[in-house]
């Protein structure tokens, strides 16, 4: 299993490593020392994609009238 530093990851690597964790704890095969490790890189992977996501989500920009504005998250939320 790749032990690559989570905080520097992408997205993207991340998750991909997250659900290759998924499918390899749920084929039932790994002995339980290594599937605690597993768990704990897991939870560490999924806490930095929820970091990275909400990151993403602050970044999100509308264009309206020529100028970037900040999303009103009310008007996402009424949609």
């Known amino acids: ?3 690559t530093p989570i905080a520097d990851m992408k997205f993207e690597t991340a998750l991909a490593e997250l659900e290759a964790i998924v499918a ?4 039932g095969q790994l002995e339980l020392e290594a599937s ?3 768990y704990r890189r897991g ?3 999924m806490k930095h994609c929820q970091g990275q996501l909400s990151a993403a ?3 999100i920009r509308v264009l309206e009238n020529g ?4 999303v009103d998250r009310t008007m ?3 949609q």
């Not at 100028?67 to 900040?70: K, Q, T, V």
């Open 67 to 70: 100028e970037l504005r900040e």
């Open 36 to 38: 605690i490790a597993a």
């Open 1 to 3: 299993m790749d032990q």
């Open 43 to 45: 939870m560490e992977l």
């Open 57 to 59: 989500e602050e970044q």
């Open 76 to 78: 996402l939320e009424g």
């Open 24 to 27: 390899t704890m749920e084929g």
